[in-house]
């Protein structure tokens, strides 16, 4: 059997495969689905023997993200966030935390909580939250990212929070070139009452609330502060997405084929239905094109 | 016309489908979770519609359910990815 005639089978209906293009049988539909998993194996073991090759690039600034984060609060009647450069330095700690033990996670794998951070660089706050992204492509979708979802959405319109803190950071999370974005919040404490005489200061952590607001690990791109990015790296996520776009036009372009081969040639056979099938993959691959890059916690 | 009433169920829970995954964009798992629902869909909607057609047959089922794993991989591995 020539080539030739392998792919009219995969495409065109007639006696050899059962009336049925062959790459809408079962079987064929399976080495699909094979194809796709080795691919996606191949991507893993990629990127974990060629290190900061796949990954991606991104253009993500602090001062672009601070902006957009105010602009949001005074779209709500919020006042504006000042930076604190101690809450900074909690945001590059998190994702150095982060690359070094390589999670991404509110709480690391050792069970440490954001909320350590703040006590590390000796920020004491009344309230604290926090955000984390990675893997978007600039400022603006990753701060829609945030507002889009209920929690994140809470830590950036909070009355409660005065003053912000930001880190964006490059790195390699499981092999893969990634930017990670630490978003912290916090209203440090007031400044402690004077010493009665002979009195003792109590230790202001004591006094401290529990977080006024859930930990919103987004996906965490973190590069270092204020630093553009662009690199060039093959995307994993772009090579997926690209794989997925071919392989479900195939089966699409196949069954375009199969409907308009069969309906002229009148033909009668058992099997499912195109329309359905164009209906439904066709819906699916709207999804695809909607998905995009990004993540947040 | 009987026809077109299948049709319309399937069109349907396809847009809420659709209108649902796009609503859960800030969580992966819930979009997942999404797309695992329409595969189940579109398989009982398979099942449904050939037997109403009388023309049930193991084969055709597997058809869906190949269309249908092949497909919700896809979108999964995709937002796992993303």
């Not at chain 1, 069970?111 to 954001?114: E, K, S, T, V």
């Not at chain 1, 995009?292 to 947040?296: H, K, N, R, S, T």
């Given at each position: 059997m020539s080539l030739l005639t392998a792919l009219a089978d995969?495409?065109?209906?007639?006696?050899?495969?059962?009336?049925?293009?062959?790459?809408?049988?079962?079987?064929?539909l399976t080495v699909v689905v094979a194809i796709f998993l080795i691919a996606q194996f191949g991507i893993n073991f990629f990127a974990l023997t060629s290190p900061a090759i796949l990954g991606f690039a991104s253009d993500i600034?602090?001062?672009?993200?601070?902006?957009?984060?105010?602009?949001?609060?005074?779209?709500?009647?919020?006042p504006p966030l000042q930076v604190s450069p101690k809450l900074n330095e909690v945001a590059q700690r998190k994702a150095k935390d982060m690359f070094s033990i390589g999670y991404w996670a509110h709480t690391s794998p050792t069970?440490?909580?954001?909320w350590s951070f703040f006590q590390e660089v000796g920020y004491d706050y009344l309230y604290a939250g926090e955000n984390l992204a990675r893997d978007f492509m600039d400022s603006g979708s990753m701060v829609t990212a945030w507002m889009n979802s209920p929690t994140?959405?809470?830590?950036?319109?909070?009355s409660h929070y005065q003053e912000i803190g930001l880190a964006v950071v490059n790195g390699s999370l499981d092999g893969v070139e990634t930017t990670l974005v630490v978003q912290v919040f916090g209203t440090p404490t007031p400044a402690p009452l004077p010493?009665?005489?002979g009195g003792r200061q109590s230790s202001l952590l004591n006094r401290l609330q529990l977080p006024q607001v859930s930990a919103a690990t987004a996906s965490e791109r973190l590069s270092a502060a204020s630093q553009q990015t662009n690199?060039?790296?093959?995307?994993?996520?772009?090579?997926?997405?690209?794989?997925?776009?071919?392989?479900?036009?195939l089966v699409l372009g196949a069954l375009v084929i199969d409907a308009w081969l069969v309906t002229r040639r009148r033909v009668v056979r058992l099997a499912g239905k195109n329309l359905a099938h164009l209906i439904f993959i066709g819906t699916i691959l709207l999804m695809v094109w909607l998905t995009?890059?990004?993540?947040?916690l | 016309m009987k026809e077109?009433?299948?049709y319309l169920i399937l069109a349907v829970a396809l847009m809420i489908g659709l209108g649902l995954f796009i609503f859960f964009g800030y969580n992966r798992w819930l979009q997942m979770l999404v797309v695992v629902g329409l595969g189940v869909i579109y398989v009982l909607w398979g099942v449904v519609y050939h037997h109403a057609q009388k023309e049930l047959y193991l084969r055709v089922i597997l058809e869906y359910v190949a269309v249908a794993v092949a497909t919700c991989l896809a979108v999964i591995f995709l937002l796992l990815r993303a």
């Open positions: 995969l495409f065109v209906p007639h006696s050899r495969n059962n009336h049925r293009a062959k790459l809408l049988h079962p079987a064929c600034r602090v001062d672009q993200v601070i902006e957009l984060t105010n602009q949001k609060r005074l779209e709500q009647g919020l069970g440490r909580d954001p994140h959405r809470d830590n950036i319109v909070n010493e009665s005489v690199r060039a790296l093959v995307s994993p996520f772009l090579l997926t997405k690209t794989l997925t776009v071919f392989l479900l036009g995009l890059p990004g993540a947040i | 077109t009433k299948y």
